[in-house]
């Protein structure tokens, strides 16, 4: 399984950024792919998850109605949207694969981990 993840950058306050996570090696019948972000000096926390057979998607709270998650079967690639950015949303960002159906915001229920990219937002 490999993870590779892109789209990280420098944005200022209110920017947006599309994060993207190419996904192999998988089963998507049974996938389920998540995003979760690393701040300095914190510990990592959930953003985003999504089953790869029926598009269902959860978010945290503290990013619901500024990001989404979704995916291009086509691609193998789940992206999170990331609008209307905070300072706070500065971390860094890795996706993650797990199977079983269950849309988990733990990040030990994922056994597969991608290698992170770095959001960093600016006043």
Request: glycine letters at 8%.
């Amino acid at each position: 399984v490999q993870l590779v993840e892109s789209g990280g950058g420098l944005v200022q306050a209110e920017g947006s950024l599309r994060l993207s996570c190419v996904v192999s090696g998988v089963t998507f019948s049974t996938l389920i792919m998540g995003w979760f972000r690393q701040a300095p000096g914190k510990e990592r926390e959930f953003v985003a998850a999504l089953r790869w057979s029926d598009l269902s998607s959860t978010l945290a709270d503290s990013v619901k109605g500024r990001f989404t998650i979704s995916r291009d079967n086509a691609k193998s690639t789940v992206y999170l949207q990331m609008n209307s950015l905070k300072l706070e949303d500065t971390a860094v960002y890795h996706c993650a694969a797990r199977n079983g159906w269950r849309l988990s915001r733990i990040e030990n229920d994922y056994a597969y981990w991608g290698q992170g990219t770095q959001v960093t937002v600016s006043a």
